[in-house]
């Protein structure tokens, strides 16, 4: 636990303007970002008596061990700035709304030549209109099947449009009239582009045009006696008007809006928000947060403000936000929307009329979300802090591990051997820090050794981006600007590398686990001695009895079956060992799928496909001469006497059986670095055994 006074600016140093300060602790990691219109007073409170800090702010100031600053010209690029930095950075005791679930939009795909109405899900795709999002993928599609009888736009996947142009004919939607059928001609380019823009026109909350339109042609072909088409216009005006029912008016002065709520106690808050667009719910979502920081409610909006429109632009952040309450200061969070959206934004409380009592109903769906989550993970935190404490007490560790990484060895028999590193923080797997191996030291199956050669690995790149940092610091600056200049090259080169990512291999665990028995861990633990790293604890978890083995001790520690310490590192475990054995199966299938070329230096995927668009098949590139083969673009007489000598040292390939009528299939379809297998046919199943991870004692 540091002192703060011990890393405390001098007043005169901190600049009395706007600006964004990074809190970093002692390995160099950022836990805080925050933001402040003048940055000598904000970071002046941090550093008072302890005992007059929030509980939480108290745990941030002492796990810190550093405070910088960047000074800015206006509160809105503050702002900016600190979206970024959390976004880089994930600082531990910053606010981070989180969900269990991707929510699905409705898509209309505009920037593709015959554009695809579709459901997507994850990061948005620039050129794609989008609407939602909505909680249930079906409820998207109820609406698509029923606007498909007036707007018959495609929504057909690349590979069945591309067949239906090969064929000729359409898919069923083309013959049952829900759909345009561009495919096949019916249809000009810009014809199915007009018709995908009056979908996201009706989608927009434009619907009043599109129902008047098409009662007045129904009038006029009743008149006509065109009594067919009226009631083919009937049934599409029916249509339409059962899809806005799905969507029930909510304000009727056809507001676009959002509205977001919020329900918080002590520990976490749930930010609920409506999408509001044509006086219609076009769309929900919601988060879930812990409050890690003293936050207040106008906090806790800005924050959601940010995570909901750090990405978007123009209409996408509609003319109106209304909140349960205003961040303060209002100013710069309403100028950013505004320049977000490209015109005013106004950011209010509702008081009166439909808005207001749309915001209680927003409201109580926040509360209800909290009080599911608290169903779900209330003792998820409570669980998590007794597993690693009692982690902690089995192996006599001086605190509770905050960071585990675990590492485990996958093969096949001693071929294609790899290793996993998986990280968990606070108790929660850390994706973004997963690392994997290839065993290079060494040919076959040997656990222990591969154990120690990647334990090695991994704590010398530690070691040597504390090297590189301490080479920094031992320079003897020329001038205060320099030194001002090295500090700052010193924190950046332990944090980042040079594109500034984070190191791969920068920040060290608590605890090292190995998914094996006392050989593994006495391997993983002479490892670490060689490299004269001596505050890391190392314990192994088998499988067999779920025994905990700990270094230079005969027998395990032996962890009750209901202990939450023993369920955790199970967890970890196995998480380990599904990474190793995905990356295991990867490497295997990459080789059964090696070929001849594949061994030739300096012949890529490119240069491949050329060799086999211009003869056909791999059996007539290995029938080619020097001469012919140098025809092909791009192909020098090097290469191409490399080829030749690759085909002529591979062993020829066994012609491939159907196993149902015997009959031996022709490899004119072959394909370079593939082999043919009979239809459900695994080329690594028969015969061949499972995957086995290190020997356990």
Same mark, same amino acid.
């Given at each position: 636990m540091?002192?703060?006074?011990?890393?405390?600016?001098?007043?005169?140093?901190?600049? #009395?303007?706007?600006?964004?300060?990074?809190?970093?602790?002692?390995?160099?990691?950022?836990?805080?970002?925050?933001?402040?219109?003048?940055?000598?007073?904000?970071?002046?409170?941090?550093?008072?008596?302890?005992?007059?800090?929030?509980?939480r702010?108290?745990t941030?100031v002492?796990?810190?061990?550093?405070?910088?600053?960047?000074?800015?010209?206006t509160?809105?690029?503050?702002?900016?700035?600190?979206?970024?930095? @959390?976004?880089e950075?994930?600082?531990?005791?910053?606010?981070?709304?989180?969900?269990?679930?991707?929510?699905?939009?409705? !898509?209309?795909?505009?920037?593709? %030549?015959?554009?695809?109405?579709?459901v997507?899900?994850?990061?948005?795709?620039?050129g &794609?209109?989008?609407f939602?999002?909505?909680?249930?993928?079906?409820?998207?599609?109820d609406?698509?099947?029923?606007?498909?009888?007036?707007?018959?736009?495609?929504?057909c996947?690349?590979?069945?449009?591309?067949n239906?142009?090969?064929?000729?004919?359409?898919c069923?939607l083309?013959? @049952?009239?829900?759909?345009s059928?561009p495919?096949?001609?019916? &249809?000009?380019?810009?014809?199915?582009?007009?018709?995908?823009?009056?979908?996201?026109?009706?989608?927009a909350?434009?619907?009043?045009t599109y129902i008047?339109?098409?009662?007045?042609?129904?009038?006029s072909?009743?008149?006509?006696?065109?009594? $067919?088409?009226?009631?083919?216009?009937?049934?599409?005006?029916?249509?339409?008007?059962k899809a806005?029912?799905?969507?029930?008016? +909510?304000l009727?002065?056809?507001? #676009?809006a959002?509205l977001?709520?919020?329900?918080e106690?002590?520990?976490?808050?749930?930010?609920?928000?409506f999408?509001v667009? /044509?006086?219609?719910?076009r769309?929900?979502?919601?988060?879930?947060?812990?409050?890690?920081?003293a936050?207040?409610s106008?906090?806790?909006? %800005?924050h959601?403000?940010q995570q909901?429109?750090?990405?978007e632009t123009?209409d996408?952040?509609?003319?109106?936000?209304?909140?349960?309450?205003?961040?303060?200061?209002?100013e710069?969070?309403?100028?950013?929307?505004?320049?977000?959206?490209?015109?005013?934004?106004?950011?209010?409380?509702?008081q009166?009329?439909?808005?207001k009592?749309?915001?209680?109903t927003?409201h109580?769906?926040a509360q209800?979300?909290? +009080?599911?989550?608290?169903t779900?993970?209330?003792?998820?935190?409570?669980?998590?802090?007794?597993?690693?404490?009692?982690?902690a007490? !089995?192996?006599?560790?001086d605190?509770?591990?905050?960071?585990?990484?675990?590492?485990?060895?996958?093969?096949?028999?001693?071929?294609?051997?790899?290793?996993?590193?998986?990280?968990?923080?606070?108790?929660?797997?850390?994706k973004?820090?997963?690392r994997?191996?290839?065993?290079k030291?060494?040919?076959?199956?040997?656990?222990?050794?591969?154990?120690?050669?990647? @334990?090695?690995?991994?704590?010398?790149?530690y070691?040597?981006?504390?090297?590189?940092?301490r080479?920094w610091?031992?320079?003897?600056?020329?001038?205060?600007?320099?030194?001002?200049?090295? #500090?700052?090259?010193?924190?950046?080169?332990?944090?980042?590398?040079?594109?500034?990512?984070p190191k791969?291999?920068?920040?060290?665990?608590?605890?090292?686990?190995?998914?094996g =028995?006392?050989?593994?861990?006495?391997?993983?633990?002479?490892?670490l001695?060689?490299?004269g790293?001596?505050?890391?604890?190392?314990?192994?978890?088998?499988k067999?009895?779920?025994?905990?083995? &700990?270094?230079?001790?005969?027998?395990?520690?032996?962890?009750?079956?209901t202990?939450?310490g023993?369920?955790?590192?199970?967890r970890?475990?196995?998480?380990?060992h599904?990474?190793a054995?995905t990356?295991?199966?990867t490497?295997? !299938?990459?080789?059964?799928?090696?070929?001849p070329?594949?061994?030739?230096?300096?012949? /890529?995927?490119?240069?491949?496909?050329?060799?086999?668009?211009?003869?056909?098949?791999?059996k007539?590139?290995?029938?080619?001469?020097?001469?012919?083969?140098?025809?092909v673009p791009?192909?020098?007489?090097?290469?191409?006497?490399?080829?030749?000598a690759?085909?002529a040292?591979?062993?020829p390939?066994?012609?491939?059986?159907?196993?149902?009528?015997?009959?031996?299939? $022709?490899? %004119?379809?072959?394909?370079?670095?593939t082999?043919?297998v009979?239809?459900?046919?695994?080329p690594?199943?028969a015969?061949?055994?499972?995957?086995?991870r =290190?020997?356990?004692?």
């Amino acid at each position: 636990m540091a002192d703060p006074s011990s890393y405390r600016p001098k007043p005169g140093q901190i600049p #009395d303007s706007p600006g964004v300060y990074r809190f970093r602790d002692e390995h160099r990691r950022v836990i805080y970002v925050g933001k402040a219109k003048s940055l000598r007073q904000r970071l002046a409170n941090y550093f008072q008596d302890l005992a007059h800090l929030h509980p939480r702010t108290r745990t941030m100031v002492t796990t810190a061990a550093s405070v910088e600053w960047t000074v800015v010209s206006t509160e809105v690029e503050a702002l900016q700035l600190e979206y970024s930095w @959390i976004k880089e950075f994930d600082p531990r005791f910053n606010v981070k709304y989180r969900d269990d679930k991707s929510y699905p939009y409705l !898509a209309v795909t505009m920037n593709e %030549e015959f554009p695809r109405v579709q459901v997507m899900r994850g990061q948005k795709k620039k050129g &794609v209109r989008y609407f939602g999002p909505y909680g249930h993928a079906w409820a998207i599609r109820d609406t698509v099947d029923l606007l498909l009888r007036v707007f018959p736009v495609r929504t057909c996947s690349k590979g069945v449009f591309k067949n239906a142009e090969r064929t000729g004919r359409p898919c069923l939607l083309g013959y @049952i009239g829900k759909c345009s059928a561009p495919c096949v001609g019916r &249809v000009t380019p810009d014809e199915h582009r007009e018709l995908a823009e009056e979908f996201c026109d009706f989608m927009a909350g434009r619907t009043g045009t599109y129902i008047r339109r098409l009662e007045k042609d129904m009038a006029s072909a009743a008149d006509e006696m065109e009594y $067919e088409r009226a009631a083919r216009l009937r049934d599409d005006i029916e249509a339409l008007k059962k899809a806005m029912e799905k969507s029930a008016v +909510v304000l009727t002065d056809a507001t #676009d809006a959002d509205l977001v709520a919020l329900a918080e106690d002590e520990l976490e808050a749930a930010v609920q928000i409506f999408h509001v667009r /044509g006086g219609r719910v076009r769309g929900q979502r919601g988060w879930v947060t812990d409050k890690v920081e003293a936050v207040t409610s106008g906090d806790l909006v %800005e924050h959601a403000l940010q995570q909901l429109y750090g990405e978007e632009t123009g209409d996408a952040v509609p003319k109106e936000v209304l909140v349960p309450a205003l961040p303060d200061p209002l100013e710069p969070v309403q100028a950013w929307l505004t320049e977000r959206r490209g015109s005013n934004v106004s950011l209010r409380i509702p008081q009166r009329g439909d808005k207001k009592a749309l915001m209680e109903t927003v409201h109580r769906n926040a509360q209800q979300a909290l +009080v599911l989550h608290k169903t779900k993970r209330a003792s998820d935190l409570t669980t998590r802090s007794r597993a690693l404490e009692e982690i902690a007490g !089995a192996l006599d560790l001086d605190s509770a591990p905050l960071r585990i990484e675990c590492y485990d060895i996958s093969h096949l028999q001693g071929d294609d051997v790899v290793a996993s590193m998986v990280v968990f923080e606070d108790g929660l797997a850390r994706k973004s820090e997963y690392r994997r191996f290839e065993i290079k030291g060494f040919e076959g199956q040997d656990d222990v050794r591969s154990m120690h050669e990647v @334990i090695t690995r991994r704590f010398k790149r530690y070691l040597a981006a504390q090297e590189k940092s301490r080479d920094w610091s031992d320079e003897e600056p020329a001038s205060a600007e320099a030194a001002e200049a090295v #500090d700052e090259e010193v924190v950046e080169s332990r944090l980042t590398e040079d594109d500034g990512r984070p190191k791969k291999f920068a920040y060290p665990p608590q605890l090292v686990v190995v998914d094996g =028995g006392q050989p593994q861990v006495a391997a993983a633990k002479r490892a670490l001695d060689e490299l004269g790293i001596d505050d890391i604890a190392v314990c192994g978890l088998a499988k067999r009895l779920e025994e905990v083995w &700990v270094p230079d001790e005969e027998d395990p520690v032996v962890l009750p079956r209901t202990s939450e310490g023993l369920y955790l590192l199970q967890r970890v475990r196995d998480e380990a060992h599904r990474f190793a054995i995905t990356y295991q199966r990867t490497k295997r !299938a990459k080789r059964f799928r090696a070929g001849p070329l594949d061994e030739v230096p300096g012949l /890529g995927d490119s240069r491949k496909q050329a060799l086999l668009k211009h003869f056909g098949s791999v059996k007539r590139l290995r029938a080619a001469t020097i001469d012919q083969i140098c025809e092909v673009p791009g192909i020098g007489r090097k290469t191409a006497e490399a080829i030749v000598a690759a085909f002529a040292q591979a062993a020829p390939a066994a012609p491939a059986v159907n196993t149902a009528t015997g009959e031996i299939i $022709e490899d %004119e379809d072959e394909t370079a670095g593939t082999t043919d297998v009979p239809t459900g046919g695994d080329p690594v199943s028969a015969g061949a055994p499972e995957e086995r991870r =290190g020997q356990e004692p």
